[in-house]
């Protein structure tokens, strides 16, 4: 990255090339650096670089900034495309090309691609049913500010839904502010900074000049709604706003555990393991705070994931674009969690979520995979306090 910067190598030579392709962006190395290296904004910037130069880079590149730019920045096509995979999630369709084998026949991405889409779906209907259109009963207090992230709403609409009554049973008063938008961060994985700094600057308009937290249930918009710091420092009219944007995010598992958490009930003997979503832990520091989440339910049958802190390989769109690396990277995830022999798998982000329930039902693993605050939800839901 120094050398192309100082223009010793170009950005089209292989060697950077494959190098910035193949990284995963976890961002763990920042953790361990001993200068501090903020490695995450300049592989960012590399790839804006690189991204210049997609129109040379083959078929899925290309296909991969169309859909950003033409359809992840256009809030109606986005809707109607989540509408559209939902509808065969629903319908059955995604699983019958999955169980018949027929997604395979076209390729091995697009049989991933429908795992992913089927991987979405709740994860039990029985032992955990969620709490429905039950409401809890009104508490007024301390006021957040929810982030529903794009993803999230148009596939796990159910997770922002146990957010909003786990944090009101904690005393909390939710406002969802309208026109938000994606937060961004599969455009600044993949090199697009400019619709990143877009989506941006909608965000920090939607959510205005309130000084409540901002919270997220998904480790990689966190993550990337805290850097609105870094990606809009050189702009006159949104530096500082997004400065104070940024101050005030924070992890939904971070709040919630800021103060003593209500007590559920236990939620069943089901053997549950936890995988932290790399964002989450490395970008917006949460280590402990969606295990303290998790242990706030009674009787938890919880066994640790060894390794839990290591990249599952989805990381934004690296599932797509580079197919063999992720494959090996979710092999290793899928052996650790089945040495657990867990039956849920709770993780904080939706592309982890997607992930690790793609390759578990391409492996015929049997596991299931939840959001933290699913299994909370469920433990009120048990308890009486919803309506």
């Given at each position: 990255m120094r050398a192309v910067s100082e223009g010793r190598l170009s950005t089209s030579a292989?060697?950077?090339?494959?190098?910035?392709?193949?990284?995963?962006?976890?961002?763990?190395?920042?953790?361990v650096c001993p200068a501090g290296v903020q490695y995450g904004e300049l592989l960012e910037a590399s790839r804006a670089e690189l991204f210049n130069l997609q129109a040379k880079r083959g078929v899925i590149y290309n296909l991969l900034r169309f859909v950003l730019r033409h359809v992840w920045l256009q809030p109606k096509r986005l809707q109607f495309a989540f509408a559209v995979a939902r509808s065969l999630r629903d319908s059955g369709v995604a699983r019958v090309l999955l169980k018949s084998k027929i997604a395979r026949v076209f390729s091995e991405r697009f049989e991933f691609s429908l795992a992913l889409l089927e991987s979405s779906r709740p994860a039990f209907r029985d032992s955990f049913r969620g709490a429905g259109d039950r409401v809890p009963a009104k508490v007024t207090g301390r006021r957040a500010l929810l982030f529903k992230a794009c993803v999230t709403d148009g596939l796990f609409a159910r997770v922002n839904e146990a957010s909003?009554?786990?944090?009101?049973?904690?005393?909390?008063?939710?406002?969802?502010?309208?026109?938000?938008?994606?937060?961004?961060?599969?455009?600044?994985?993949?090199?697009?900074?400019?619709?990143?700094?877009?989506?941006?600057?909608?965000?920090?308009?939607?959510?205005?000049?309130?000084?409540?937290?901002?919270?997220?249930?998904?480790?990689?918009?966190?993550?990337?709604?805290?850097?609105?710091?870094?990606?809009?420092?050189?702009?006159?009219?949104?530096?500082?706003?997004?400065?104070?944007?940024?101050?005030l995010v924070r992890d939904v598992s971070q709040e919630l555990t800021s103060a003593p958490l209500v007590k559920g009930a236990p939620v069943g003997n089901a053997r549950i393991t936890y995988d932290a979503s790399c964002h989450l832990l490395y970008g917006q520091g949460a280590a402990e705070e969606p295990l303290q989440l998790l242990n706030s339910i009674p009787e938890l049958n919880f066994v640790p994931l060894p390794g839990s802190e290591k990249c599952c390989g989805g990381a934004g769109v690296y599932n797509l674009v580079e197919r063999e690396m992720s494959r090996d990277v979710l092999a290793q995830k899928l052996a650790a969690i089945k040495e657990t022999r867990a039956e849920v798998v709770a993780t904080g982000n939706?592309?982890?979520?997607?992930?690790?329930?793609?390759?578990?039902?391409?492996?015929?693993?049997?596991?299931?995979?939840?959001?933290?605050?699913?299994?909370?939800?469920?433990?009120?839901?048990r308890a009486g306090m919803y309506k």
């Open positions: 292989n060697a950077f090339e494959r190098h910035i392709d193949r990284c995963l962006g976890c961002r763990a190395c920042e953790a909003k009554r786990v944090l009101s049973v904690n005393g909390f008063s939710i406002v969802v502010p309208e026109n938000q938008v994606c937060c961004g961060a599969l455009h600044a994985h993949a090199g697009d900074l400019e619709g990143a700094r877009k989506l941006a600057r909608q965000n920090i308009n939607a959510f205005g000049n309130e000084e409540a937290s901002i919270l997220t249930n998904a480790g990689g918009c966190g993550a990337m709604l805290i850097s609105y710091k870094h990606l809009l420092a050189g702009d006159k009219a949104f530096g500082e706003l997004a400065h104070k944007f940024s101050a939706a592309g982890c979520h997607m992930q690790i329930g793609a390759g578990a039902v391409l492996e015929n693993q049997a596991v299931k995979v939840m959001h933290p605050i699913e299994l909370l939800d469920e433990s009120y839901r």
